[in-house]
């Protein structure tokens, strides 16, 4: 915001000094093109190179600044893609763990009975219980 602050000030100085001076810019001056001389007004060709400058600057700023929002755009789109994958990734192993889980408590709960079924076994076979009744 500085920048562009700076580069409007500095544009309205040089037209204000254009506008002060604007007999000198417009006065006819011999200027030579290298093979030929012309008589131009050397002040408003300068004035013109000025503008020129400055609407090809504005336009270089603004295909950086039309880039680097395309890159970051790509940039969000591919982080998201990736935050997708982790998160399906993530709720993948929650559903591998949870199937382990319920797997072990099916095991733990089948051992315990087993272990219960065994003991009662035995205990018929001592006597110490009564025997179930069919």
Not at 107 to 120: F, G, P, R, W
């Amino acid at each position: 915001m500085t920048r562009a602050l700076i580069f409007f000030l500095v544009l309205v100085a040089v037209g204000l000094f254009a506008a002060i001076n604007w007999s000198v810019f417009t006065a006819l001056t011999t200027i030579s093109l290298g093979f030929t001389t012309v008589q131009a007004p050397l002040g408003l060709i300068m004035l013109g190179l000025i503008v020129f400058l400055c609407v090809l600057f504005t336009v270089w700023v603004i295909v950086l600044q039309a880039n680097s929002l395309r890159d970051a755009r790509r940039q969000t789109k591919e982080l998201q893609a990736q935050r997708d994958l982790a998160d399906r990734a993530e709720a993948s192993r929650f559903t591998e763990l949870r199937a382990d889980v319920l797997r072990r408590i099916d095991e733990s709960a089948n051992a315990t009975a087993a272990h219960i079924a065994q003991l009662e076994d035995r205990l018929e076979r001592d006597r110490l219980l009564p025997p179930p009744a069919h």
